[in-house]
T-cell receptor, first 112, second 112 residues
């Protein structure tokens, strides 16, 4: 069964305390892995797309990496404005279906 | 640039009533998706479409129907609303040449 699992469910950090969020997946025909940020009451906002194992992408304090089984979102020296829910999604293309499947997210709170 | 527009933004229904949620995109995207988001559950795929006139079931399709008569519009219908369908509904669209899916701002539906 196709599955996307994110951990931890919630994470509290002090400002400047670096950490990582995990997204593990078991899907057939992976075409891409996505990270989104979601603020309360809003739709998901795109952060990164990763296509192959070993790929890395960076944006400000965020860095996303991908292996064959999981992806990590590293947050370096976070600030309170980084507080949000971070969602991982996989694009599956198998048997002519093109599903975009999300994990349950990690709620990040960065305290000043 | 309108992007992905969902209407309505808020709605309260009585049990047994019917309604249709509209998702409109102006980017000529092939793929469109309907998700529901409940607390702690992430985004769960209801139905999706890979092109005009085609639809497919996602993870939680029961109680919902969809139609994609025009490429730019994806409609989600509730024939007989139930309290369990109280949720926030998100629509997304994705083009073959894009590296991300674009989301609407969501529809908050309450069934009493």
């Amino acid at each position: 069964e196709d599955q996307v699992t994110q951990s931890p469910e919630a994470l509290r950090l002090q400002e400047g305390e670096s950490s990582s969020l995990n997204c593990s997946y078991t899907v057939s025909g992976l075409r891409g892995l996505f990270w989104y940020r979601q603020d309360p009451g809003k739709g998901p906002e795109f952060l990164f797309t990763l296509y192959s194992a070993g790929e890395e992408k960076e944006k400000e304090r965020l860095k996303a990496t991908l292996t064959k089984k999981e992806s990590f979102l590293h947050i370096t020296a976070p600030k309170p404005e980084d507080s949000a829910t971070y969602l991982c999604a996989v694009h599956q293309a198998w048997d002519s279906s093109y599903k975009l499947i999300f994990g349950s997210g990690t709620r990040l709170l960065v305290r000043p | 640039n309108a992007g992905v527009t969902q209407t309505p933004k808020f709605r309260v229904l009585k049990t047994g009533q019917s309604m249709t949620l509209l998702c409109a995109q102006d980017m000529n995207h092939e793929y469109m998706y309907w998700y529901r988001q409940d607390p702690g559950m992430g985004l769960r795929l209801i139905h999706y479409s890979v092109g005009e006139g085609t639809t497919a079931k996602g993870e939680v399709p029961d109680g919902y129907n969809v139609s994609r008569l025009k490429k730019q519009n994806f409609l989600l219908g509730l024939e007989s609303a139930a309290p369990s369908q109280t949720s926030v509904y998100f629509c997304a669209s994705w083009g073959l040449l894009n590296t991300e899916a674009f989301f609407g701002q969501g529809t908050r539906l309450t069934v009493v």
